[in-house]
C-alpha cells in the first residue's frame, strides 16, 4: 500500500475521481487475459492528457515507484499484469479522436482508443483500418502498439507496426517524444517510433498514435476446406496465392473445431469431418476473382487435396464461417490452455509440427493438443489442454518443462517463441531460444537509455 502522501500527490495530477483503489479496480486493472499471476497493484490512476502522463512519469521516477502501463488488457503474455504494488498507469481517458487529415489519410487518436472505434471512424470516412482480430471490441490502440499486434488480415495487410505513421510517447525518464509525425518519407536517423512498437511498456508510455488508413475492403468470400494433413493446407496455399490475393489464410484442427461447436453452439461447415480446416478469404467484388476462387476450389478436391469445402454465398455466412476460428481462443478458456504463439517459414512448417507431435507422443502423451493459427503468415497457435487428472499445479509443472524442449525446436527451425502475443511475463524465459545473448542485452542496454530507474513495466520481457 502506497503511502497516503503519495496518493494525494497523485490525485492532485490526474484529479481525484481518476486515482482509484477499490478492490475491484485494482484487480480489474492489474489483469490482463492470462490467469497464472495475482493482481496486486498499488493503485490505478487514469491521466486524462500527455501531459497528465508525463507528470505521473515524473513523480514516479522521483519516488522510484514501477509503473504497469495498462491498455485493454486483453493481452496473452502477462504484459499488462500488475502483481507487485506497481501504479497502473490506465489510458482509458485519452480516448479521442483528435484530428484526421483526408489529404494525407492519417487519423490521429489517443492511446486509449477501443481499436473497432477506430474501425468505425475509417469506415465513416469510406477508409479501413484493416488491423483486426477477435478482442478488437476491447483491445486499445496504444496497446496494439505497444505489442505490435498482428491478427487475421496480417498476410494482406501486415502487423500494427505498419500502419503507425505516428507517436506522441512519455519516455521512463519523462521526456514527451513527437515520433515522426504522420510523415511517409524520413529518413533522419535512427525511428525510434519503430523501437517504441512492440517494446511492451517497458520504454515508454504510448500515449497518442498517427494512424494511417487505406481503400476499404470489397465484399469478401470466405471459404472452409476439410483437409487431411497439414502438408497438403501448404499446398492448398500456394495453389491460391499463386492467382488470388487472399486477405486470411487460417487454420484449425477438427479438435478445435468440435470444441467451438460444442461450445458456442456454431454449426459444423460441413457434414464431412477432417484433420484440419483452412479458412481462406478473398476480395471478390470483381467478377473475374469469384470464378478464379470457384475454378480453384474445384482444382483442389479434383485433386483429391480437399474432402470437403464450402464457400460463403452471403455476408451473414462468411461472418458465421469466421466465427469457427474466431472462437476457439475463447472456447478454449475453460480447459486451462497453455498456449503457444509460435512462428517458423512457412516452408518449415509440416517439418515442425510433425517434430512436436512426435515429441508430444513420445514423451507427454497426455497433452491434449489443439493447432490453430494464420497460417499464412507462419503463426501456429498451439494451445495445450490441461488433462483431468492433473492439478493445476502438476500441468504448470509438466508444461514449462515442455517448454524448453519446444523452445529448442523452435531455436532448431529459426522460429520465433511469439509470433503476436509479445513476450510479457509469460515468455521472457523462452525468449533466448529466439533472440541471441548479445541480442538481448542491447534490448537491457536500450531499456536504460530510455527508463534509467526502471519503472516502467519492471519484469516484463528482460530483466
Ligand atoms: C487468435 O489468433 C489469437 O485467435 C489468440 O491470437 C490465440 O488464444 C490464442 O492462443
Ligand atoms: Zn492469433
Given at each position: 500500500?502506497?503511502?497516503?502522501?503519495?496518493?494525494?500527490?497523485?490525485?492532485?495530477?490526474?484529479?481525484?475521481?481518476?486515482?482509484?483503489?477499490?478492490?475491484?479496480?485494482?484487480?480489474?486493472?492489474?489483469?490482463?487475459?492470462?490467469?497464472?499471476?495475482?493482481?496486486?497493484?498499488?493503485?490505478?490512476?487514469?491521466?486524462?492528457?500527455?501531459?497528465?502522463?508525463?507528470?505521473?512519469?515524473?513523480?514516479?521516477?522521483?519516488?522510484?515507484?514501477?509503473?504497469?502501463?495498462?491498455?485493454?488488457?486483453?493481452?496473452?503474455?502477462?504484459?499488462?499484469?500488475?502483481?507487485?504494488?506497481?501504479?497502473?498507469?490506465?489510458?482509458?481517458?485519452?480516448?479521442?479522436?483528435?484530428?484526421?487529415?483526408?489529404?494525407?489519410?492519417?487519423?490521429?487518436?489517443?492511446?486509449?482508443?477501443?481499436?473497432?472505434?477506430?474501425?468505425?471512424?475509417?469506415?465513416?470516412?469510406?477508409?479501413?483500418?484493416?488491423?483486426?482480430?477477435?478482442?478488437?471490441?476491447?483491445?486499445?490502440?496504444?496497446?496494439?502498439?505497444?505489442?505490435?499486434?498482428?491478427?487475421?488480415?496480417?498476410?494482406?495487410?501486415?502487423?500494427?507496426?505498419?500502419?503507425?505513421?505516428?507517436?506522441?510517447?512519455?519516455?521512463?525518464?519523462?521526456?514527451?517524444?513527437?515520433?515522426?509525425?504522420?510523415?511517409?518519407?524520413?529518413?533522419?536517423?535512427?525511428?525510434?517510433?519503430?523501437?517504441?512498437?512492440?517494446?511492451?511498456?517497458?520504454?515508454?508510455?504510448?500515449?497518442?498514435?498517427?494512424?494511417?488508413?487505406?481503400?476499404?475492403?470489397?465484399?469478401?468470400?470466405?471459404?472452409?476446406?476439410?483437409?487431411?494433413?497439414?502438408?497438403?493446407?501448404?499446398?492448398?496455399?500456394?495453389?491460391?496465392?499463386?492467382?488470388?490475393?487472399?486477405?486470411?489464410?487460417?487454420?484449425?484442427?477438427?479438435?478445435?473445431?468440435?470444441?467451438?461447436?460444442?461450445?458456442?453452439?456454431?454449426?459444423?461447415?460441413?457434414?464431412?469431418?477432417?484433420?484440419?480446416?483452412?479458412?481462406?478469404?478473398?476480395?471478390?467484388?470483381?467478377?473475374?476473382?469469384?470464378?478464379?476462387?470457384?475454378?480453384?476450389?474445384?482444382?483442389?478436391?479434383?485433386?483429391g487435396w480437399v474432402l470437403d469445402g464450402v464457400m460463403s454465398q452471403s455476408l451473414r455466412q462468411a461472418e458465421?464461417?469466421?466465427?469457427?476460428?474466431?472462437?476457439?481462443?475463447?472456447?478454449?478458456?475453460?480447459?486451462?490452455?497453455?498456449?503457444?504463439?509460435?512462428?517458423?517459414?512457412?516452408?518449415?512448417?509440416?517439418?515442425?509440427?510433425?517434430?512436436?507431435?512426435?515429441?508430444?507422443?513420445?514423451?507427454?502423451?497426455?497433452?491434449?493438443?489443439?493447432?490453430?493459427?494464420?497460417?499464412?503468415?507462419?503463426?501456429?497457435?498451439?494451445?495445450?489442454?490441461?488433462?483431468?487428472?492433473?492439478?493445476?499445479?502438476?500441468?504448470?509443472?509438466?508444461?514449462?518443462?515442455?517448454?524448453?524442449?519446444?523452445?529448442?525446436?523452435?531455436?532448431?527451425?529459426?522460429?520465433?517463441?511469439?509470433?503476436?502475443?509479445?513476450?510479457?511475463?509469460?515468455?521472457?524465459?523462452?525468449?533466448?531460444?529466439?533472440?541471441t545473448e548479445a541480442e538481448i542485452k542491447l534490448m537491457c542496454e536500450v531499456k536504460k537509455v530510455f527508463d534509467?530507474?526502471?519503472?516502467?513495466?519492471?519484469?516484463?520481457?528482460?530483466?
Amino acid at each position: 500500500m502506497l503511502d497516503k502522501l503519495i496518493i494525494s500527490q497523485l490525485r492532485e495530477i490526474v484529479g481525484n475521481k481518476n486515482v482509484r483503489l477499490s478492490d475491484e479496480d485494482l484487480t480489474d486493472y492489474g489483469m490482463d487475459r492470462t490467469t497464472i499471476w495475482t493482481a496486486d497493484p498499488s493503485v490505478v490512476v487514469l491521466p486524462g492528457c500527455v501531459a497528465e502522463v508525463q507528470k505521473v512519469v515524473i513523480f514516479a521516477n522521483e519516488y522510484k515507484l514501477a509503473i504497469v502501463p495498462s491498455g485493454g488488457r486483453t493481452g496473452l503474455s502477462g504484459g499488462a499484469v500488475a502483481k507487485d504494488g506497481e501504479i497502473v498507469v490506465a489510458m482509458d481517458r485519452i480516448n479521442q479522436i483528435f484530428d484526421f487529415n483526408k489529404v494525407d489519410c492519417i487519423v490521429s487518436v489517443g492511446a486509449g482508443l477501443i481499436t473497432n472505434k477506430l474501425q468505425e471512424f475509417a469506415a465513416g470516412q469510406n477508409l479501413f483500418y484493416p488491423v483486426d482480430f477477435a478482442s478488437s471490441g476491447s483491445s486499445q490502440i496504444g496497446g496494439n502498439i505497444a505489442t505490435n499486434a498482428g491478427g487475421i488480415n496480417v498476410i494482406r495487410y501486415g502487423m500494427t507496426r505498419q500502419w503507425v505513421a505516428g507517436l506522441v510517447v512519455v519516455t521512463g525518464c519523462g521526456e514527451i517524444l513527437h515520433l515522426n509525425k504522420g510523415l511517409i518519407k524520413n529518413n533522419t536517423g535512427y525511428d525510434f517510433r519503430h523501437l517504441f512498437i512492440g517494446s511492451e511498456g517497458t520504454l515508454g508510455l504510448i500515449c497518442e498514435a498517427t494512424i494511417r488508413l487505406t481503400r476499404p475492403k470489397g465484399a469478401s468470400t470466405v471459404i472452409v476446406l476439410g483437409i487431411d494433413s497439414f502438408p497438403i493446407i501448404l499446398e492448398v496455399l500456394k495453389a491460391f496465392s499463386a492467382e488470388i490475393n487472399l486477405t486470411a489464410f487460417e487454420f484449425f484442427s477438427q479438435v478445435a473445431l468440435d470444441k467451438v461447436i460444442n461450445f458456442q453452439g456454431h454449426n459444423a461447415p460441413f457434414k464431412t469431418k477432417a484433420p484440419f480446416y483452412a479458412l481462406l478469404e478473398f476480395e471478390s467484388s470483381e467478377g473475374s476473382v469469384l470464378d478464379t476462387g470457384l475454378r480453384l476450389f474445384d482444382e483442389c478436391m479434383d485433386k483429391g487435396w480437399v474432402l470437403d469445402g464450402v464457400m460463403s454465398q452471403s455476408l451473414r455466412q462468411a461472418e458465421s464461417l469466421w466465427k469457427l476460428r474466431e472462437d476457439i481462443s475463447e472456447t478454449l478458456w475453460q480447459y486451462e490452455p497453455f498456449k503457444n504463439d509460435i512462428s517458423v517459414l512457412m516452408s518449415r512448417m509440416p517439418e515442425f509440427i510433425k517434430s512436436v507431435e512426435i515429441i508430444i507422443e513420445q514423451k507427454y502423451p497426455y497433452f491434449e493438443l489443439v493447432w490453430y493459427g494464420h497460417i499464412g503468415d507462419g503463426n501456429l497457435h498451439l494451445n495445450i489442454l490441461k488433462p483431468e487428472n492433473l492439478t493445476s499445479a502438476q500441468f504448470v509443472e509438466r508444461c514449462s518443462n515442455f517448454s524448453k524442449v519446444l523452445g529448442e525446436l523452435i531455436a532448431k527451425y529459426g522460429g520465433s517463441v511469439s509470433a503476436e502475443h509479445g513476450v510479457g511475463l509469460l515468455k521472457k524465459d523462452v525468449l533466448h531460444y529466439s533472440r541471441t545473448e548479445a541480442e538481448i542485452k542491447l534490448m537491457c542496454e536500450v531499456k536504460k537509455v530510455f527508463d534509467p530507474n526502471g519503472i516502467l513495466n519492471p519484469g516484463k520481457l528482460i530483466d
